[in-house]
């Protein structure tokens, strides 16, 4: 689990998305980010929770929330992935886990007494100066949108 807290400045990224386009934090710089983290993708929870924020892509971009999708799969399966769900916004594709390690979100993880490494289903709400605003560690993937607006009052 990330030992980032609520008031700590993001870890600055420079990377490219599942297309190659080059990718900074300081490119949302005056904008809210939903930087969110999923395990892999096309597994249902991952696939619910993309396809959540995508299905309210509107709704939070017209609360000023822009929204970039992480996880260690590489730039084709991404690419594959957003391009079955038309997906709005980029996907990070961080092999090297770089990203994920400097947000603490990649570990070691335990299910039915088995461990192995792991992303932790994570997302950061980083405000327009790049100070860490709010942190989902338990997140609804059905209604990961709704779960964001409520706890900023927002419907």
């Not at 939903?34 to 597994?43: E, H, Q, R, V, W």
């Not at 995508?54 to 709704?59: H, I, Q, S, T």
């Not at 391009?83 to 603490?104: A, R």
Request: glycine share 6%; with cysteine; hydrophobic share 35%.
């Amino acid at each position: 689990m990330t030992n980032l807290k609520v008031g700590d400045k993001a870890p600055d990224f420079k990377t490219t998305d599942e297309k190659g386009n080059i990718l900074s934090l300081k490119d949302f710089k005056n904008k809210k980010l939903i930087l969110f983290a999923y395990p892999k993708a096309m597994t249902p929870g991952c696939t619910a929770e993309s396809c959540n924020l995508n299905d309210n892509y509107d709704l939070l971009s017209s609360k000023g929330f822009q929204i970039v999708g992480i996880s260690a799969d590489d730039s084709i399966k991404q690419m594959k992935f957003k391009e079955k769900y038309n997906f709005k916004y980029p996907l990070i594709p961080d092999i090297e886990k770089s990203i994920l390690k400097s947000y603490g979100i990649w570990g070691t993880k335990k299910n039915y007494g088995r461990e192995y490494e792991g992303i932790f289903r994570t997302t950061f709400i980083i405000d327009e100066n790049g100070i860490i605003e709010k942190i989902f560690d338990k997140v609804r993937t059905k209604d990961h949108a709704e779960q964001i607006l409520a706890a900023y009052n927002v419907k």
